[in-house]
């Protein structure tokens, strides 16, 4: 989870971090099943090349408060 004032920017430096999180977990859970990244954050995500490869869902804040 991240909270932001403004749409969150993942940079080159947290894309690579989130991969290697990524990699990590697959590896300490020997899991063969797909890993998705998601991000809950208060203003989403600011869509970008890095965003592109690494995030595959979001939700933000409008999610939590809809009405069902």
Known sequence: MKFSSTPFTI???YAAELAKKVQA????TRT???VFVT?????GTERNAYRD?????ELTMDALFAEL
């Open 11 to 13: 940079d080159k430096k």
């Open 25 to 28: 977990f697959t590896s300490a």
């Open 32 to 34: 063969r099943k797909s």
């Open 39 to 43: 991000f809950i954050t208060t203003y």
């Open 53 to 57: 490869q690494v995030v595959q869902n």
